[in-house]
């Protein structure tokens, strides 16, 4: 019955059905079909105590936020203050782009709202400094990634919550897996610049107190979350919600860009964002609780012990698996599906759980940038107004680079775990 299941799913996903319906019929057929004593209360249990934590309202704050500073004046005041320091340099506005990402993403732990929001400030700059259009598109679209890595991450929540990681640890290890990454396309940006005699940025002539004044505000917020989370002064969640009310009483009050209408708007766009999630993450739980009463993690250990598979090898599997689910279906939803099964697996394996889950979080990374259905392609196509197939095109030399941190990442733990264990050894 289990094959008629995964087919059934499948055939959905082919056809175009929602995700809610992927993960939620093969879920309630296991239960008709292979525990028919389990009563149908349980399943309305699973549904809302999977959901019922308090790590997981981290989420709809910082999806608030982010919404605010895409909508604001944070964001580009943040990139107007590293465009200073990097906007004259070969390369530079390049730079800007991927270090812009990262400190938005510092502050948002969202992919699709970084690209929203650097697309609309940077896109021009870098065509105007040179740049193709293939490769401006390609560069912020991957730029965005490190949102996911970057503390705190949205993705990396979710993980912590399934597996009962470290969240705090995750975060430190994210942000050194989320710096290699941004100085790999950095070094990718360096190499097109010098290909293609990419001139300079402008140097600004705006005396540095006078940027540094303007966007002082702005760079108070990734101080407050990170130097809150890192000190054991706030939690991820507090975090998160400090976030919001710092957001609002910037834009509102102190850069004045955010009316009551705008704040409604913002409001709505995030709560959408929200319900998607948690409609995802609740039928998640209910699909992971069958997944772990079917023992699906020890057939795995099972399977991969015959082959006399070790830990070097059942790490390529699950960089495989993710890749191909990531072509396919959204990534919080292969996360939702792929985690149960594999966790503890790595677990047996003695993979460290920080390690394993700065593995999944860029194997996310690269599914929301990998076509034909990454996420962030679509939202790029949307924002710029750009056909999905030249946003595409320029995909190609960011997800080389990607694969090759991915294996870097799996291969050398110490990029992980090193900075976790320095501050919470």
């Given amino acids: 019955m289990t094959p008629v299941i995964i087919l059934i799913a499948l055939l959905m996903l082919v056809c175009g059905f929602e995700m809610l319906l992927v993960l939620g019929v093969p879920a309630f057929l296991t239960k008709t079909f292979m525990f028919q004593r389990i009563p149908d209360p349980v399943l309305i249990q699973k549904l809302v105590g999977g959901i019922n934590f308090s790590t997981l309202l981290a989420i709809p704050f910082f999806i608030f936020a982010a919404e605010l500073m895409a909508s604001g004046q944070i964001a580009k005041r943040l990139t107007d203050l590293i465009k200073y320091f990097t906007g004259h340099r070969l390369g530079g506005i390049g730079h800007t782009t991927i270090f812009g990402s990262m400190a938005f993403g510092s502050v948002s732990g969202s992919a699709p709202a970084t690209v929203a929001a650097m697309g609309k ?19 912020i679209i991957s730029s ?35 710096m290699a990454l941004g100085l790999a396309f950095a070094a990718l940006v360096i190499f097109e610049s010098l290909r293609k005699g990419v001139g300079r940025g402008e140097k600004s002539t705006v005396p ?19 130097g809150g989370i890192y000190t054991g002064l706030f939690t991820p969640t507090e975090a998160a919600a400090v ?16 009316s009551f209408s705008r704040l409604i708007s913002i409001t709505e766009r995030a709560a959408i964002s929200t ?116 946003i595409i095109n320029g995909v190609w030399p960011f997800l080389f680079i990607n694969i090759l941190v991915l294996i870097l990442v799996t291969y050398v733990p110490g990029l992980a775990t090193f900075l976790p264990s320095l501050i919470a050894p």
């Fill in 121 to 139: 400030l940077m896109y021009p700059e870098l065509r105007k400094t040179g740049f193709s259009e293939k490769f401006s598109l390609g560069l």
């Fill in 144 to 178: 965005a990634e490190t949102a996911l890595l970057i503390p705190p991450s949205i993705t990396l929540i979710i993980y912590g919550w399934m597996t009962g990681t470290s969240i705090t640890g995750l975060f430190i290890g994210g942000l050194g897996v989320g």
């Fill in 208 to 226: 540095f107190f006078t940027v540094f004044k303007s966007a002082a505000w702005a760079l108070g917020l990734p101080i407050i979350i990170l």
């Fill in 243 to 258: 976030s919001v009310v710092y957001a609002i009483l910037i834009e509102a009050f102190v850069y004045k860009n955010l």
């Fill in 275 to 390: 319900t998607i999630i948690f409609i995802l993450l609740a039928m998640g739980s209910v699909l992971s609780y069958f997944v772990t009463l079917a023992q699906v993690p020890v057939l795995i250990t099972n399977f991969l012990t015959q082959i006399d598979a070790g830990p070097i090898t059942f790490l390529m599997i699950v960089n495989v698996a993710f890749f191909i689910a990531g072509m396919f279906i959204d990534p919080n939803s292969a996360l939702l599906i792929l985690v149960p099964p594999l966790y503890p697996v790595a677990l047996s394996m003695g993979v460290d759980p920080i390690h394993f889950g700065q593995i999944v979080c860029l194997n996310i990374c690269i599914g929301m940038i990998t076509p034909p259905f990454g996420l962030d392609i679509f939202v790029a196509s949307s924002t710029l107004e750009k056909p999905v197939m030249s």
